[in-house]
């Protein structure tokens, strides 16, 4: 299931860290995503069964600093601190995507390596932390490789962290981008592709320009079931044909009303999308159940206050039991009011995070 730019940058591949460039440094502020139209569901090496599409969120990012070194060379020697201590769980994640992407950049096995990472939000929050950190750290070792080339970081680079990051954890491939990415192959969207994340281009409706994302934490604990595991249970769901096609469906109909300003089908859509995703959990074989009671509290009054309202106010979700509520700019107001009188007597010890959409990763200079 490689494509054309796998043989690209293999071909590409930088073997070694010149002698005379000495320690090497990138530090990438990147941003998780929230899906509006989910990937669920993949074939191997990472390529989704269906397209999806996110918004970049702007608070919510990964702070990584890379140093590399040219090290004793055989594989990668590296040190790995989360919020300055050891994480075994997040460094072992990263010392099998180090290998995972190897292939790629060779130099790296002979190399040192020192990574400092932190998170500007709480841990299962309902937030990817593998799509802003893997994303952050993809995005660290381009341009360590743009370094030792002493090239350009235009839409090439771009394009190539956003493949490295798919193969670290398929959703970060989007947070590479601002504003409304998509990702996997769409006909009738040219530069769509399964191998990287694309950014929607062109004008979009006005009510769609600056979104909020406020993430209301009805639980924080763990996942019971990863989402590779979620992925895997896809191959042999009996709706899974089905809901490929859905999906494909939806993103037509989303991305019409992004730029149409076609804000009831915004809603429609995005509703339906995370609900469905959370009937694909329970209609897998084993089916699980991630919703909480005081998740279906607050959807339904979501749903009432936005019918009494008539405001535009849509709800989303993960693989998880938190809720993500979707608004513009103008709403502001009236949508904090409900969260505050309404809502967070739902949510474990009043905790929510206040987000909005982002323009994308920023690389910092030392
Ligand atoms: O990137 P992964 O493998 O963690 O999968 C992400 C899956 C969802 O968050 C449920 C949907 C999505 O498109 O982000």
Same mark, same amino acid.
């Given at each position: 299931?490689? %494509?054309?730019?796998?043989?690209?940058?293999l071909?590409?591949?930088?073997?070694?860290?010149?002698? @005379?460039?000495?320690?090497?440094?990138?530090?990438? =502020?990147?941003?998780?995503?929230?899906?509006?139209?989910?990937?669920?569901?993949?074939?191997?090496?990472?390529?989704?069964?269906?397209?999806?599409?996110?918004?970049?969120? /702007?608070?919510?990012?990964?702070?990584?600093?890379?140093?590399?070194?040219?090290?004793?060379? #055989?594989?990668?020697? =590296?040190?790995?601190?989360?919020?300055?201590?050891?994480?075994?769980?997040?460094?072992?994640r990263?010392?099998?995507?180090?290998q995972?992407?190897?292939?790629?950049?060779p130099?790296?096995? %002979?190399?040192?390596?020192?990574?400092?990472?932190?998170n500007?939000?709480?841990?299962?929050?309902?937030?990817?932390?593998s799509?802003?950190?893997?994303?952050?750290?993809?995005?660290? !070792?381009c341009?360590?490789? /743009? /370094?030792?080339?002493?090239?350009?970081?235009?839409?090439?680079?771009?394009?190539?962290?956003?493949?490295?990051?798919?193969?670290?954890?398929?959703?970060?491939?989007?947070?590479v981008y601002?504003?409304?990415?998509?990702?996997?192959?769409?006909? %009738?969207?040219?530069?769509?592709?399964?191998?990287?994340?694309?950014?929607?281009?062109?004008?979009?409706?006005?009510?769609?320009?600056?979104?909020?994302?406020?993430?209301?934490?009805?639980?924080?604990?763990?996942?019971?079931?990863?989402?590779?595991?979620?992925?895997?249970?896809?191959? @042999?769901?009996?709706?899974?044909?089905?809901?490929?096609?859905?999906?494909?469906? #939806?993103?037509?109909?989303?991305?019409?009303?992004?730029?149409?300003?076609?804000?009831k089908?915004?809603?429609?859509?995005?509703?339906d999308?995370?609900? %469905?995703?959370?009937?694909?959990? =329970?209609?897998?074989?084993?089916?699980y159940?991630?919703?909480?009671?005081?998740?279906?509290?607050?959807?339904?009054? !979501?749903?009432?206050?936005?019918?009494?309202?008539? !405001?535009?106010?849509?709800?989303?979700?993960?693989?998880?039991? #938190?809720?993500?509520?979707?608004?513009?700019e103008?709403e502001?107001? #009236?949508?904090?009011?409900? !969260?505050r009188?309404?809502?967070?007597?739902?949510?474990?010890?009043?905790q929510?995070?206040?987000?909005?959409?982002?323009?994308?990763?920023?690389?910092? /200079?030392?």
């Open positions: 299931m490689n %494509g054309e730019f796998h043989k690209q940058y071909k590409e591949a930088v073997p070694e860290i010149p002698a @005379d460039l000495g320690i090497l440094r990138s530090t990438w =502020m990147s941003p998780s995503n929230i899906a509006l139209v989910k990937y669920w569901g993949k074939l191997p090496v990472q390529i989704p069964a269906n397209p999806s599409l996110s918004f970049t969120l /702007q608070h919510s990012f990964t702070e990584m600093n890379l140093t590399i070194s040219p090290g004793a060379g #055989n594989g990668p020697d =590296m040190d790995y601190y989360f919020q300055g201590d050891h994480h075994e769980a997040f460094e072992s990263i010392r099998e995507y180090l995972i992407i190897s292939p790629y950049f130099f790296l096995a %002979g190399s040192k390596i020192r990574i400092t990472s932190r500007t939000f709480p841990h299962s929050s309902g937030i990817a932390s799509a802003s950190s893997l994303s952050a750290l993809a995005l660290g !070792i341009s360590i490789e /743009q /370094q030792i080339l002493n090239g350009p970081q235009d839409n090439i680079f771009y394009q190539k962290a956003s493949f490295m990051a798919r193969l670290g954890s398929g959703s970060a491939a989007r947070s601002g504003g409304f990415v998509t990702w996997g192959k769409q006909e %009738g969207m040219d530069l769509t592709s399964d191998e990287h994340a694309t950014a929607l281009a062109g004008k979009i409706g006005p009510a769609f320009e600056s979104l909020y994302d406020a993430i209301l934490i009805i639980s924080p604990e763990n996942k019971t079931i990863s989402s590779s595991q979620g992925h895997a249970l896809m191959d @042999d769901h009996p709706y899974a044909r089905a809901r490929y096609r859905q999906a494909r469906e #939806n993103l037509e109909k989303l991305t019409r009303a992004i730029y149409g300003n076609d804000i089908t915004f809603i429609r859509i995005t509703e999308e995370a609900l %469905g995703l959370h009937g694909l959990m =329970m209609s897998s074989d084993p089916g159940l991630l919703l909480k009671p005081n998740t279906l509290h607050v959807l339904s009054l !979501i749903q009432q206050f936005r019918n009494e309202k008539s !405001i535009f106010l849509a709800f989303t979700m993960d693989a998880g039991p #938190n809720v993500h509520l979707i608004y513009p103008y502001r107001e #009236n949508v904090h009011t409900f !969260i009188v309404e809502l967070l007597k739902y949510c474990h010890q009043a929510w995070i206040d987000d909005r959409m982002g323009e994308g990763p920023v690389e910092l /200079q030392d």
